[in-house]
């Protein structure tokens, strides 16, 4: 249902008080939900430790809402990076009246006096009609993705077939479903979702993109050691072959088209490069001609992944141009890669941005500076497309 004149104008009565105590409201609603564990296990709670970026990303996004509550199409690729999140974690239609009792509830905490019946009501219907819109969405991916060959809707058994280590930081897991079965082919640039039951920690949900060309054999995920990842230090440690993971279909709007239009730029540091490895592969098997620049930073070559491989793709692909750069490069790197990071300056002399679409995916400091840098430099939103392991935080999305 339509939300009426009334409630939008009492939504967008709220955009200063959102922006003074946002970020107060989204912590208080996830403390709320959160004392419930069948909810608090839908979240990755990485997200929710010292960083707080859910919270900052979920305070930017009903502050967005709000201001554009009387145009909402303007958030139509915010609603659709939202709905694929959910798909991944397998969000239903039966848990959306708790996150509605939580944040109403959140709002009259922080807010007080202030939060009238007028405003609590209007919020509620604002809340339940995006809420119909993400139902409609995620039911639609969920439906999909169940019909297509090899697709399966829920937790999907794994078998990790082989792993391989591609740095000092990077190891690469192999999966091959428990079943025998085929699987869903990917959209490159797509990632899995799994949910993992590790000693001394509640359940544990994490999002790790998969790296390997689409196949209907199985995928490859490629994880970085993070310093106290309770799951990457897991796996890196513990997950041989044979070791069983359970994964919920692939998801995701950061895709490479099917047929690309325009030439294509792929950007990333560190294990960024995980996703566009994905697109590299299918751009050097289906459209090896079409004009792609890959340009990738790392630390140094020791950290580097996947070096190899780009250089093997970017010799079979005549379209294809690949350079790396080494941030501090050892004596035994030089020559190996460009010394220093990717830079808007180097964008501009080196590939076409009157022309590219650039995909871009790295450290949130990275995409800070090359988003930003490649809007500066007239490169219109339409072409930049870009993904970042965890929520996008409030500088990210201004």
Request: with cysteine.
């Amino acid at each position: 249902m339509p939300l009426s004149d009334a409630t939008k104008a009492t939504v967008k009565a709220t955009v200063p008080a959102l922006e003074q105590h946002g970020l107060e409201i989204t912590r208080r609603m996830y403390e709320r939900m959160f004392r419930n564990p069948e909810i608090r296990d839908l979240f990755n709670q990485s997200h929710h430790g010292e960083t707080g970026s859910q919270p900052k990303a979920l305070a930017t996004a009903v502050l967005a809402y709000a201001r554009n509550i009387d145009n909402l199409a303007v958030l139509g690729a915010a609603v659709e990076r939202i709905a694929q999140k959910h798909a991944g974690l397998l969000i239903l239609p039966e848990h959306y009246p708790h996150v509605a009792e939580a944040l109403l509830g959140a709002i009259g905490d922080v807010l007080g006096e202030a939060a009238t019946p007028e405003i609590l009501a209007a919020w509620g219907e604002a809340y339940w009609a995006l809420a119909e819109i993400l139902i409609g969405r995620e039911a639609q991916i969920y439906r999909a993705t169940a019909a297509a060959p090899g697709g399966w809707q829920g937790w999907r058994r794994f078998v990790v077939a082989e792993r391989v280590r591609e740095s000092d930081l990077i190891t690469s897991f192999r999966l091959r479903p428990e079943d025998g079965g085929r699987v869903l082919r990917h959209k490159p640039g797509q990632y899995l979702t799994f949910r993992l039951g590790l000693p001394g920690h509640t359940l544990l949900k994490r999002n790790y993109s998969i790296s390997s060309a689409p196949d209907d054999r199985g995928y490859r995920i490629s994880v970085k050691r993070e310093q106290g990842g309770a799951v990457s230090n897991w796996l890196h440690d513990q997950a041989g072959p044979g070791t069983v993971l359970e994964a919920a279909a692939p998801a995701g709007e950061f895709v490479l088209p099917e047929a690309p239009e325009r030439p294509v730029v792929l950007l990333s540091g560190g294990v960024g490069l995980t996703p566009l490895l994905s697109m590299l592969e299918v751009i050097a098997a289906r459209h090896p001609s079409l004009e792609t620049h890959w340009a990738h930073g790392a630390l140094d070559g020791a950290t580097q992944a996947f070096g190899e491989r780009v250089a093997a793709l970017a010799q079979a692909a005549p379209g294809v141009t690949a350079t790396t750069f080494h941030e501090a490069p050892r004596p035994e790197d030089r020559g190996r890669a460009e010394p220093g990071r990717i830079t808007p300056d180097w964008l501009r002399a080196h590939t076409p941005l009157d022309r590219a679409d650039y995909y871009l995916c790295g450290p949130k400091p990275f995409l800070r500076v090359l988003v930003g840098g490649l809007a500066a430099a007239g490169v219109p939103a339409q072409r930049i497309h870009y993904e970042f392991f965890g929520p996008a935080d409030e500088l990210l999305a201004a």
